[in-house]
């Protein structure tokens, strides 16, 4: 190990690698020129940050619109085109509880309101935000696309003048490879049905959403497009079919939330069972969440084991909800470690991706990596919630469980700009728990460096079979 302890030119480094944040990571490690370093030292550090700042991250989670809404800035999700978009997602949620009332709300997203006067509305609640998570994601945004230190009246002009300047066709790749250092994304599109068919399949990747599948299920929306009509489970299932066997092999992984409505206790039900059920969701009946349980339970294991056979990863949302105020019973999240052991027990063949570390609950879910083989950890969403806590759970995962089933990113956002700001909030995490156990004497520095290659892209490539879903999308009927 290296006990090394000179004192290395910070800004240089800094400078170099263009990283918001890692100024800061090597400034708080305390450890300085005359300061004693028991087991890293500076240069450990520097050379962690150095690596982690050059290697692009897999982006295993997105729900980014197709670049083309996002140029004509129609799309139901753009509400103002202007620099308030960026904080729409997620930022809005920690605004409220920060006390801003609806109505303040209301005017900060309004197309209406002038994007500049939206400055006085946001001020008296930005010092409340400007260090959680999703705050700095904004901030660093701002910093690395608009080349403003710090929003404020003086500087908001140019902040709206460079969110309209930046909107130019190729800009997604500006954004996500250029300045966010992405390989890929892998997007949940909110845009289409289960699938987006996306005009730029190779950056962004996507997922089949399931989630119309077994929830529901969204009989109108997805038999549609397979020209079946429905009239039993057994068309039913044709219709899943229909998408798997269109899709498969462009898409990286399948993916469902229903976690924000049910626990992930999916019991292995027969059609028998489903059936009659599934009849009367088909004759329009409104039933209750325990009626359609049993339903909802055969049609999740259906679709999933279908993915299965398609060499399709499974990725489940657990842990936290998004957005403010609303129902979130933590006895439910609190359930889902002890469901997904039940999901790998009962499908020891499946892969299953378990999505923002089940967040406050991570302990729980290292500990299920190191138990089933089929359990893999992606920290999807994860930093911008708790940097600490997802620095935390990261130290603990690597000396705890095997290293080839975490995930460490991804940025979960419908605005493309903030993905910068969380890519370098996880790069700064990295950094910071790859540096903390050298520093502990738990890694040295060639192991320490060996592990930054696998979490951030190469576990992604072997998990998402990306290279060969690249070949299968050069080929792509839609690809332009
Ligand atoms: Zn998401």
């Given at each position: 190990?290296?006990?090394?302890?000179?004192?290395?030119?910070?800004?240089?480094t800094?400078?170099?690698?263009?990283?918001?944040g890692?100024a800061a990571?090597?400034?708080?490690?305390?450890?300085?020129?005359t300061?004693?370093?028991?087991?890293?030292?500076?240069?450990?550090?520097?050379e962690i940050?150095?690596?982690?700042?050059?290697?692009?991250?897999?982006?295993?989670?997105?729900?980014?619109?197709?670049?083309?809404?996002?140029?004509?800035?129609?799309?139901?999700?753009?509400?103002?085109?202007?620099?308030?978009?960026?904080?729409?997602?997620?930022?809005?949620?920690?605004?409220?509880?920060?006390?801003?009332?609806?109505?303040?709300?209301?005017?900060?997203?309004?197309?209406?309101?002038?994007?500049?006067?939206?400055?006085?509305?946001?001020?008296?609640?930005?010092?409340?935000?400007?260090?959680?998570?999703?705050?700095?994601?904004?901030a660093?945004?701002?910093?690395?696309?608009?080349?403003?230190?710090?929003?404020?009246?003086?500087?908001?002009?140019?902040?709206?003048?460079?969110?309209?300047?930046?909107?130019?066709?190729?800009?997604?790749e500006?954004?996500?490879v250029?300045?966010?250092?992405?390989?890929s994304?892998?997007?949940?599109?909110?845009?289409?049905s289960?699938?987006?068919?996306?005009?730029?399949?190779?950056?962004?990747?996507?997922?089949i959403?399931?989630?119309?599948?077994?929830?529901?299920?969204?009989?109108?929306?997805?038999?549609?497009?397979?020209?079946?009509e429905v009239k039993?489970?057994?068309?039913?299932?044709?219709?899943?079919?229909?998408?798997?066997?269109?899709?498969?092999?462009?898409?990286?992984?399948?993916?469902?939330?229903?976690?924000?409505?049910?626990?992930?206790?999916?019991?292995?039900?027969?059609?028998?069972?489903a059936?009659?059920?599934?009849?009367r969701?088909?004759?329009?009946?409104k039933?209750s969440?325990?009626?359609?349980?049993?339903?909802?339970d055969?049609?999740?294991?259906?679709?999933?084991?279908?993915?299965t056979?398609?060499?399709?990863?499974?990725?489940?949302?657990?842990?936290?909800?998004?957005g403010?105020?609303?129902?979130?019973?933590?006895?439910?999240?609190?359930?889902?470690?002890?469901?997904?052991?039940?999901?790998?027990?009962?499908?020891?063949?499946?892969?299953?991706?378990?999505?923002?570390?089940?967040?406050?609950?991570?302990?729980?879910?290292?500990?299920?990596?190191?138990?089933?083989?089929n359990?893999?950890?992606?920290?999807?969403?994860?930093?911008?919630?708790?940097?600490?806590?997802?620095?935390?759970?990261?130290?603990?995962y690597?000396?705890?469980?095997?290293a080839?089933k975490?995930?460490?990113?991804?940025g979960?956002?419908?605005?493309?700009?903030?993905v910068?700001?969380?890519?370098?909030?996880?790069?700064?995490?990295?950094?910071?728990?790859?540096g903390?156990?050298?520093?502990?004497?738990?890694?040295?520095?060639?192991?320490?460096?060996?592990?930054?290659?696998?979490?951030?892209?190469?576990?992604?490539?072997?998990?998402?079979?990306?290279?060969e879903?690249r070949?299968?999308?050069?080929?792509?009927?839609?690809?332009?």
């Amino acid at each position: 190990m290296e006990t090394g302890r000179q004192e290395f030119t910070r800004r240089a480094t800094i400078k170099g690698a263009g990283l918001f944040g890692a100024a800061a990571v090597l400034g708080a490690t305390g450890a300085g020129a005359t300061s004693p370093i028991p087991f890293g030292s500076m240069n450990t550090w520097s050379e962690i940050a150095q690596k982690v700042i050059q290697t692009p991250f897999v982006d295993t989670h997105e729900h980014l619109l197709e670049e083309k809404s996002r140029l004509s800035g129609k799309n139901s999700r753009i509400q103002a085109n202007d620099w308030s978009f960026l904080l729409s997602h997620y930022l809005d949620s920690d605004l409220f509880c920060a006390g801003m009332t609806e109505e303040e709300m209301k005017q900060f997203r309004s197309a209406e309101t002038d994007p500049i006067a939206k400055w006085k509305i946001l001020e008296p609640y930005w010092p409340a935000v400007r260090n959680t998570g999703y705050g700095q994601a904004v901030a660093i945004a701002f910093q690395q696309l608009y080349d403003v230190e710090e929003l404020s009246a003086e500087t908001v002009g140019k902040i709206q003048s460079a969110y309209e300047q930046l909107i130019r066709p190729g800009f997604y790749e500006k954004v996500l490879v250029e300045t966010a250092n992405l390989d890929s994304c892998q997007v949940n599109s909110l845009e289409g049905s289960a699938f987006q068919e996306s005009d730029q399949p190779l950056l962004l990747m996507q997922d089949i959403s399931f989630l119309g599948m077994h929830v529901g299920p969204d009989i109108g929306g997805l038999s549609g497009p397979a020209g079946i009509e429905v009239k039993d489970l057994a068309d039913w299932h044709k219709v899943i079919d229909w998408w798997f066997d269109k899709y498969a092999k462009y898409a990286v992984a399948v993916k469902s939330q229903a976690a924000y409505g049910r626990d992930i206790d999916y019991a292995d039900v027969p059609a028998e069972q489903a059936e009659p059920i599934f009849k009367r969701v088909l004759n329009g009946e409104k039933l209750s969440r325990e009626e359609s349980k049993p339903m909802e339970d055969h049609l999740f294991w259906y679709a999933v084991r279908k993915a299965t056979a398609c060499n399709l990863p499974v990725k489940l949302h657990t842990g936290y909800y998004a957005g403010h105020g609303g129902r979130m019973p933590m006895s439910r999240l609190m359930k889902n470690p002890d469901s997904a052991i039940e999901l790998c027990r009962t499908a020891p063949e499946t892969t299953f991706v378990f999505m923002h570390i089940c967040y406050p609950f991570y302990e729980e879910m290292i500990s299920i990596a190191k138990h089933y083989p089929n359990a893999h950890i992606d920290m999807c969403w994860a930093w911008i919630i708790s940097p600490s806590a997802s620095t935390n759970f990261l130290k603990s995962y690597l000396v705890a469980a095997p290293a080839n089933k975490v995930l460490t990113f991804g940025g979960d956002y419908i605005p493309v700009e903030p993905v910068v700001g969380h890519a370098a909030i996880a790069r700064t995490g990295v950094i910071c728990a790859l540096g903390q156990l050298c520093d502990e004497g738990w890694l040295d520095r060639k192991r320490a460096l060996d592990l930054v290659e696998p979490i951030m892209c190469g576990n992604a490539r072997k998990i998402f079979h990306l290279d060969e879903k690249r070949r299968n999308l050069e080929k792509a009927p839609w690809k332009a």
